[in-house]
């Protein structure tokens, strides 16, 4: 039963579908992509969005990170990362969806936008970020004693958001005004699995400086995740 | 005893009669509640502090908001006339469509509508393509989810009533029996089946509905001018 995954260092989508597999003891082949030069396998089994990462099992490409981790918590039952109760799963499938939808989006736009349309956005970013405080208050982690579901979706805060801001010259994650989620952030990227699996923090910046650039340079700021 | 099921929604929204749809599919009874979006009630604010928005379902007086993880809920909770395939990679398949329409497909359907000039015709072959590839992938399927209406169906709903009334209100053409002959079919099937049929608003209602709207857009524009 083989498992192939085509991922590409920096990206935070791969590694959260690392960690799920990780998480599980499963074993993968990990396939290198040149998101700026892709092959033609990563095109054949991801035509539609043409993107990392891509998990193939037995041949079959599965795409979406959060539906791959979905996949592999549906096909290996070992160490489950949703819960099994069905009102708490959709707890945790409302706040990963919350974590994409305002939080990532609103980092993303200013990530790709200069002036007044990235201080919109930076604004944007800090108000999403106060539900997500207020939901980890009293838990050390989003899914309670160990991290599940959420965890891994919004992990790329924890370590990927600091490159973000330290490109950007900006603060988002103030301790004062986030202090639960500060406390999360230190306690996620202790947790084995995630520490043993993080891109090297300071060959970031560098590859995430190059990508503001092509981003600001195409003509609507199509991006690359 | 069951729980009570009750369905905060507004009569307008292609988002809240995915829900009820999938209601219906499994006959669940429920209690639907309108919501006036411009004056929203203190329940509808306490249920859904978060996005404030419709729809939201209520059971046994827990709420889950977003049309989406509502419907991943149904599913679980009602297990008769399944919405999702019982096999993993099926079931990733259909919610990756799933993201797809919610995504890249209403958004930008719903863009080329109420947007102008250079925009909107890139808008428009850009909502064509998506079109395209969702008549690729339904294929000779009668539905989405193979001989009855599955998750990806419900998600498309939009693609029912709503995407014939906006293309009339805007004047544009972007989805008809002559361009994409499959999913025009499917179209029908979607709103004859019982179980949609009563969930669906009367189109004249909603084209009135959405014509105020376009005046009202109007009205504004000219006002700034």
Redesign the interface.
């Known amino acids: 039963m083989e498992v192939k995954l085509f991922g590409a260092w920096p990206s935070p989508f791969v590694c959260r579908v690392e960690w799920a597999l990780k998480i599980k003891g499963i074993k993968y082949e990990y396939i290198e992509e040149d998101l700026y030069n892709k092959s033609s396998s990563l095109l054949k089994y991801s035509p ?1 969005n043409k993107q990392v990462p891509v998990l193939l ?1 037995d041949g ?1 490409p ?3 990170s ?3 981790i ?2 592999i918590d ?2 290996w039952k070992q160490n489950p990362i949703l819960p099994t109760d ?2 708490r ?3 945790a ?2 706040w990963a ?2 974590v994409e939808d305002k939080f990532y989006e609103s980092v993303k736009r200013a990530f790709f936008t200069e002036g007044e349309e990235q201080k919109v956005a930076v604004e944007l970013a800090v108000e999403a970020l106060k ?1 997500l405080d207020q939901e980890l208050k009293g838990k050390k982690f989003f899914g309670g004693e160990e991290i599940g579901f959420v965890d891994l979706v919004a992990g790329w805060i924890a370590h990927w958001l600091g490159v973000v801001e330290e490109v950007l010259c900006i603060k988002v994650v103030d301790p004062e005004n986030f202090p639960s989620l500060c406390a999360w952030m230190k306690n996620f990227v202790e947790v084995p699995v995630i520490k043993e699996n993080l891109p090297a923090r300071d060959q970031m910046p560098g590859f995430y400086r190059m990508l503001r650039q092509s981003g600001l340079a195409s003509c609507d700021g199509k991006q690359q995740s | 005893m069951a729980e009570e099921v009750k369905v905060f929604g507004r009569w307008t929204s292609p988002f809240c009669c995915r829900v009820e749809i999938a209601l219906r599919l499994k006959g669940v009874p429920y209690e639907y509640i309108e919501e006036d979006l411009s004056n929203k009630s203190p329940l509808l604010l306490e249920y859904n502090p978060v996005h404030k928005k419709v729809p939201v379902l209520v059971h046994g007086g827990k709420p889950i908001a977003e049309s989406l993880v509502v419907l991943e809920y149904i599913e679980e909770t009602w297990r008769r006339n399944p919405i999702l395939p019982e096999d993993p990679h099926r079931r990733a398949m259909a919610r990756f469509w799933t993201k797809f329409i919610d995504e890249k497909c209403m958004p930008i359907m719903w863009k080329s509508l109420w947007s102008e000039g250079e925009m909107q015709l890139k808008l428009m072959e850009e909502t064509k393509e998506n079109l395209s590839i969702l008549e690729r992938e339904l294929n000779s399927k009668k539905f989405f989810g193979g001989n009855s209406i599955g998750l990806v169906d419900i998600a498309a709903s939009f693609l029912s009533c709503w995407t014939e009334v906006l293309q009339e209100v805007a004047g544009i053409s972007l989805f008809g029996e002559a361009k994409h002959p499959i999913l025009f079919k499917w179209a029908n099937e979607f709103m004859s089946s019982d179980a949609v049929k009563v969930c669906l608003p009367p189109k004249d209602e909603l084209l009135s509905h959405f014509r105020a709207m376009k005046e009202g857009m109007s009205a504004t524009k000219a006002g700034q001018n």
Do not use: G, K, L
Request: proline fraction near 9%; hydrophobic fraction near 40%.
């Open positions: 539609i099992h079959r599965i795409i979406e959060m539906v791959i979905e996949y549906d096909t069905p009102y799963r959709a707890m499938r409302f969806q919350y539900p």
